[in-house]
């Protein structure tokens, strides 16, 4: 049955997504779509199985959506960063010399 193989993969792809395999969930995610894509009967069990694939979807977008967010924050954050380190100024080569240094 499809939607019981699309529900497999979907599993999976929650699996992907909790250790950040963003590759392999992107994978995943195009080896279920044609299935669930295919018409299905219409019984208690396909009724189960879409509310099953619908509720870990839910769960997925959560998931992806907190890391897309925190890798926007690292990102910021290291923008921030080469920002102040690009406006600092720059080390002079030698130092001042300070009063009573080098008079002699």
């Known amino acids: 049955m ?3 193989q699309a529900m497999l993969l979907t599993q999976a792809m ?3 997504a909790q250790a950040a395999d963003w590759d ?3 994978q995943l995610e195009a080896e279920r779509e044609p299935l669930l894509m295919q018409p299905h009967t219409v019984d208690a069990e ?3 199985l879409v509310e099953a694939i619908l509720a870990s979807d839910r769960e997925l977008y959560v998931q992806v959506r ?3 967010d925190a ?3 690292q990102w910021r954050q290291t923008r921030a960063a ?3 380190a690009a406006a600092s100024p720059l080390p002079l080569p030698n130092p001042p010399l300070q009063v009573g240094e080098g008079a002699e």
């Open 2 to 4: 499809a939607l019981a």
């Open 14 to 16: 929650r699996v992907a």
């Open 24 to 26: 392999r969930l992107t």
């Open 46 to 48: 396909s009724k189960a």
């Open 66 to 68: 907190d890391a897309r």
């Open 71 to 73: 890798v926007a924050v």
């Open 82 to 84: 080469a920002a102040y």
